[in-house]
C-alpha cells in the first residue's frame, strides 16, 4: 500500500527569493523604457538617426510599472496575510513589446491606473491623424475621461497619447483581459470563488469568446490562443465548502464593473481588409 506523504519544499535561496526578481524587474523597466525612449528618424541627407527621449521614456515606464507593481503586490502581500508562501513578483520583459506577459493585473492596478489616466489624457493632444501613428481602440473609461477633459473631437482630427496617457490605456486594456472569467486568470479565480461548479462551463464559453473576437480584427488572434493553452479549468482549493463572505461577493461585483469599463472590443483597430490589403492579398477581398 502506497501512502503519500508531504515533504515541504527546500528553503529558497538568496538569489531565488530577491535576485531573481529584482533582475527580471530591472531587465522590464529597461525595456519599457527603451520601447518609448528610442525614436528614429529618416532625415534626409543623413540616414535614419535614433533619438533618444529621455522623458517620455521614464514617464511610460514610471506610470506602466506602477500600474504593474500595484497588481503584483497586491498578490504577494495577500497571500503573506493569509500564510501562503509565496514568491516576490516576476516580471516578464520583452524586446519588443514590453507587455505581452504581463496578463496578472488586479483591482489594485486598476485604482494605481486611474490618476494616470486622468493626467494622461489631459497631457494628450488633438491634431491630424499621421499615417505612423498606430490607432487604438478606446475602453468605455478611456473615452469618457476624453469626453470630459477634450470633449468631442474634432472630424478628421484625432487625440494623440502620450506617455502617460499609452501607459493608462495598457493598463486598462490588460485589466480587461486579466478580469476575464477564465481559468486561472484573476476573472476566473473570481468565478471559482462566487459560483464553484458553474465556473469551468463559464470558463469554457469565455474562451471561446476570444475566439468569436478575432472577427473583430486580428489583434485578438494572440490572446485566444494563450487562453486556450492556458486551461480553462480551476483547480479545486483546500475547502470549497467554505462561505466566500458578503465583502468578497461585493468585490467580484466591483470586478465585473471594473471588466465592463475597460473592456474594448478591437485594441488595436486595424480591420481584416487592411491587414489583407498590407500583405497584398487584397484578391481575397469581396
Not at 492556458?230 to 461577493?249: F, K
Request: some cysteine; aromatic content about 12%.
Amino acid at each position: 500500500m502506497w501512502a503519500r506523504v508531504w515533504v515541504p519544499p527546500p528553503p529558497l535561496t538568496p538569489w531565488q527569493r530577491w535576485g531573481r526578481p529584482l533582475t527580471l524587474l530591472l531587465v522590464t523597466a529597461c525595456s519599457v523604457f527603451l520601447a518609448e525612449a528610442l525614436d528614429i528618424e529618416d532625415i534626409p541627407g543623413h540616414g535614419p538617426v535614433v533619438f533618444l527621449r529621455l522623458r517620455d521614456g521614464f514617464l511610460l515606464a514610471g506610470c506602466l510599472l506602477s500600474i504593474l507593481l500595484a497588481h503584483e503586490m497586491g498578490h504577494y502581500l495577500t497571500c503573506r496575510y493569509y500564510g501562503v508562501d509565496a514568491t516576490l513578483p516576476h516580471f516578464v520583459p520583452s524586446p519588443w513589446f514590453p507587455v505581452l506577459g504581463w496578463f496578472f493585473w488586479p483591482l489594485a492596478g486598476f485604482l494605481v491606473c486611474l490618476p494616470v489616466l486622468w493626467f494622461g489624457i489631459q497631457d494628450a493632444r488633438i491634431v491630424p491623424p499621421s499615417p505612423e501613428g498606430i490607432p487604438l481602440g478606446g475602453p468605455f473609461l478611456f473615452q469618457a475621461v476624453e469626453q470630459i477633459v477634450h470633449g468631442s473631437v474634432p472630424d478628421g482630427m484625432t487625440l494623440r497619447l502620450g506617455p502617460r496617457a499609452l501607459a493608462a490605456w495598457f493598463g486598462l486594456l490588460v485589466t480587461a483581459l486579466n478580469l476575464m472569467p477564465i481559468g486561472q486568470l484573476d476573472g476566473g479565480h473570481l468565478t471559482y470563488a462566487l459560483l464553484r461548479e458553474k465556473a469551468l462551463p463559464i470558463s469554457r464559453i469565455g474562451s471561446w469568446v476570444c475566439v468569436a473576437l478575432v472577427f473583430f480584427g486580428p489583434s485578438w488572434i494572440l490572446w485566444a490562443v494563450l487562453v486556450r493553452l492556458l486551461g480553462r479549468r480551476h483547480p479545486s482549493t483546500l475547502d470549497d465548502e467554505a462561505p466566500v463572505g458578503r465583502g468578497r461577493v461585493v468585490v467580484g461585483f466591483f470586478a465585473l464593473i471594473v471588466f465592463v469599463l475597460c473592456f474594448v472590443p478591437n485594441p488595436i483597430a486595424v480591420s481584416w481588409p487592411e491587414v489583407l490589403r498590407a500583405v497584398g492579398l487584397d484578391k481575397l477581398l469581396p
